[in-house]
């Protein structure tokens, strides 16, 4: 599957637009490649929004990664998350 070479990074504080809303327009645009981020939200919301999200961009045969929160990409089912330097070890995540 190609996915084009534009991966959206959501972000809320840049926007007014709900977080499905948003990624609904960027599918709707042609972007397949979607990384939810969120640095502000508790774990439980960052949770609930990440399963609204996976129904989107199942439905449309969108990729969604989820960053920084492995446990959370397993149990949404996400195609991937994102690690950055403070995160996980990629060696202790892959266990997961």
Known sequence: M???GICFITDRRLCSLSIEEMVNKVIEA??????YRDKEESRRNIYNNALR????TQGSKSILIINDHVDIACAVDADGV???????????????
């Open 2 to 4: 190609y996915l084009g």
């Open 30 to 35: 042609g972007i397949r490649w979607i990384q």
């Open 82 to 96: 994102h690690l950055g330097q403070d995160d996980l070890p990629l060696i202790e995540a892959r266990k997961i």
């Open 53 to 56: 999200l996976k129904k989107i």
